[in-house]
């Protein structure tokens, strides 16, 4: 024992076993050096290389879904970087050199118009399928082309599939809506390769729909369906009223009216109403209806503040009154630019709360929620204001049961009407509330649960969240004479604006839609950055250039 104890042992004396035991515990940063300063550790890592990457590859994981091959890690990946891997070991390097992309510590790939002289409509509203790598556009509501829509290949963005107001896609379902006054139906279409390989789902088209079919397919030279990029008209959904804003979540589609007090929810597989939510109007009947967006818990409805209603029990269980947002937004330092940062974008330090009575910045006397995304785990959600504020409400989850005794007079004013079997004081406790203010004024808003992309007046901006958390100034808060909830640190310190679709200007207003992926954000914009003014028929008029912009994080700039 003794000759074992004054023995020089090195790591090289242990078994193989120990050594891949010890590498567990290592992040890849830390395995790169030990595959450049030493043989051994060289020699072990590479000889197990498939064991070590695999089991990086699940720390990195976000999903509670196994990872089978890197080709499945990677699905809903658009960029060409991602078609390039293949083992485990790519997929790290892939992984890692994303994420620093996303949080500025490398210049990622971006074009101002990914789709040049393909397009030939000019856009106003864009949807990524990600499992089928297609784009589909469709024209600007406000210029007098037809309603036409274009399908993208991602694979080859200039490179246009068969031709075809706002669109929504999920689940292979593609939803064509239109929100302008007097409209109050949807025309239902699905991939046809879906179709065809997945399940035979009843057709019931228009005789307008066969005919937009037709002239796409013989436009396109279809001869063989089902093939890439054809969709097939399914139906039409009728709406009891107009509508004024909708959003599909596979299966179901929600659609909120114009007068603001009525949300449907349809299933989209059989095209039949499911359930009808009657909701508290907005007193600004402009801001009725602005956005809405579901899950399976909740719908989440953005009018001049923001709401949330169980689709169990079809009651509001959590509103953010106008009152308390004016209130909240007292709490919150504006972002302070930092020049001396190394990072790619342009770095905005959010500074956290300060007590209101201190030097105080008076709030805006209106503001309102122009958009609210929910996480896909369908625990938090975000809303953002018009002017500049972005907000995480957390703890949406509950369990529903029946509470003792009768409390159906029970009001809980945290802008919270308890629903009926549900005990009102465990959602309270749950609920958090947290917010930071960008700079400038905001239009639209995505969130993937990880991080918060918006676009405002200096452009686009980017939030990457930390679950975390960070020391912050906190506060109780009194949304009503008899209850108080604490406002919660921000789960970030940090906000990026993304060159080239950002600057230090407030000239960014040609923006009609963003969206997010993996790896990837897209946004329908004029690439000019503001709205050109043309003189025409003896007076201005204003001229939308609008592209698709596209910034790949997995891809490294061009030089």
């Known amino acids: 024992m003794e000759r074992w104890m004054d023995a020089k042992m090195t790591y090289s004396d242990l078994p193989t076993e120990c050594l891949l035991r010890v590498l567990n515990f290592l992040a890849l940063r830390d395995i790169a050096t030990l595959l450049q300063t030493s043989k051994l550790w060289n020699s072990i890592i590479n000889t197990n290389e498939h064991t070590i990457y695999l089991q990086l590859a699940e720390e990195l994981n976000t999903t509670s879904a196994l990872l089978g091959s890197p080709l499945d890690a990677l699905s809903g990946w658009l960029s060409q970087e991602a078609s390039k891997v293949r083992s485990w070991k790519g997929y790290c390097r892939l992984y890692i050199t994303t994420e620093r992309r996303w949080n500025g510590k490398e ?211 959590f509103q953010l009154k106008e009152v308390e947002l004016r ?14 940062s190394d990072n790619v974008f342009q770095e905005y330090v959010l500074p956290g709360y300060h007590d209101p009575r201190i030097n105080v910045t008076p709030p805006y006397l209106l503001d309102i929620v122009v958009a609210v995304r929910a996480s896909p785990e369908g625990d938090n959600c975000v809303a953002v204001t018009h002017w500049g504020y972005i907000i995480l409400i957390s703890g949406l989850k509950y369990e529903v049961h029946e509470p003792p005794g009768d409390h159906s007079s029970d009001r809980i004013n945290l802008g919270v009407t308890p629903a009926s079997g549900i005990e009102s004081t465990s959602l309270l406790a749950n609920i958090r509330i947290s917010l930071i203010r960008a700079e ?87 690439p000019e950055g503001h709205d050109s003014i043309m003189v025409g028929r003896g007076f201005p008029q204003f001229n939308f250039t609008k592209t698709v912009g596209m910034i790949d994080f997995a891809r490294p700039a061009s030089d």
Not at 174 to 202: K, P
Not at 226 to 231: D, S
Not at 238 to 247: F, K, M, S
């Open 107 to 317: 210049r990622p790939y971006s074009t101002r118009d990914v789709l040049q002289s393909a397009q030939q409509t000019r856009v106003g509203w864009i949807k990524i399928d990600t499992e089928k790598e297609l784009l589909l556009m469709t024209g600007d509501e406000e210029s007098d082309e037809d309603n036409c829509v274009a399908v993208h290949c991602l694979r080859d963005p200039t490179c246009e599939v068969p031709s075809f107001t706002r669109i929504e896609i999920s689940g292979g379902f593609v939803i064509f809506g239109n929100v302008r006054a007097g409209s109050d139906s949807f025309e239902v279409w699905r991939w046809a390769e879906d179709q065809e390989s997945i399940s035979q789902i009843i057709r019931q088209p228009t005789d307008e729909q066969s005919q937009k079919y037709e002239r796409a397919v013989l436009f396109a030279g279809i001869r063989n369906s089902p093939c890439r990029g054809e969709l097939l008209p399914m139906g039409v959904l009728q709406q009891p009223d107009e509508l004024r804003a909708y959003r599909l979540v596979y299966p179901t589609l929600c659609v909120g009216n114009h007068a603001g007090d009525r949300l449907w929810l349809w299933d989209i597989r059989t095209r039949q109403l499911i359930q009808t939510i009657r909701i508290e109007p907005s007193p600004y009947q402009e801001f009725s209806m602005v956005y809405v967006d579901v899950n399976e818990l909740n719908v989440f409805v953005a009018t001049h503040t923001v709401s949330v209603y169980s689709r169990t029990t079809g009651e509001c269980v």
């Open 440 to 526: 400038g004024t905001l239009q639209h808003l995505d969130y993937d649960g990880r991080r918060i992309l918006v676009f405002g007046s200096h452009g686009l901006g980017i939030v990457n969240l930390d679950r975390g958390g960070w020391p912050a100034n906190n506060f109780d808060v009194s949304f009503s004479d008899w209850s108080r909830s604490e406002l919660s640190p921000f789960p970030a310190q940090t906000m990026y604006l993304v060159p080239p679709f950002s600057g230090d200007t407030d000239i960014y207003r040609g923006c009609t839609c963003l969206q997010m992926t993996a790896d990837t954000c897209w946004v329908a914009w004029s």
């Open 327 to 340: 209130r909240l937004a007292g709490y919150v330092t504006p972002p302070i630019p930092n020049h001396d």
